[in-house]
């Protein structure tokens, strides 16, 4: 049983830049997904950024350029480095994993979320 622990949210300026962290513990499929997504309130729940099983990074085209995923080699940590924020970035970020994860960035596919970190920025 995987678990999934966020952290690094905070409150920033527009401009400013944050990186978030996610500590995975427990059992790990052969062929796992990770994402990022958020969730502003009374909005639906956006893919930002995710791993596929291949190892290939997929990102959201409103933080492309800005938003970068990474994992260390180790495979136990993802992080989504931040720059250039803007009010509009504003959420709960959650981190996720899945099996086999055909489309990273939809919710759906993934069945293991950690609890959120807060990004605020003004």
């Known amino acids: 049983h995987v678990q999934l622990v966020e952290s690094g949210g905070g409150s920033v300026q527009t401009g400013g830049s944050l990186r978030l962290s996610c500590a995975a513990s427990g059992y790990h499929h052969s062929a796992y997904c990770l994402a990022w997504f958020r969730q502003a309130p009374g909005k639906a729940r956006e893919g930002v950024a995710g791993?596929?099983?291949?190892?290939?990074?997929t990102t959201t085209d409103s933080v492309k350029g800005r938003f970068t995923i990474s994992r260390d080699s180790a495979k136990t940590t993802l992080f989504l480095e931040m720059n250039s924020l803007k009010p509009d970035d504003t959420a709960m970020y959650y981190c996720?994993?899945?099996?086999?994860?055909?489309?990273?960035?939809?919710?759906?596919?993934?069945?293991?979320w950690g609890q959120g970190t807060q990004v605020t920025v003004s």
């Open positions: 996720a994993t899945g099996v086999y994860c055909a489309n990273v960035l939809s919710p759906s596919e993934y069945d293991t």
């Open positions: 791993i596929g099983t291949n190892g290939v990074a």
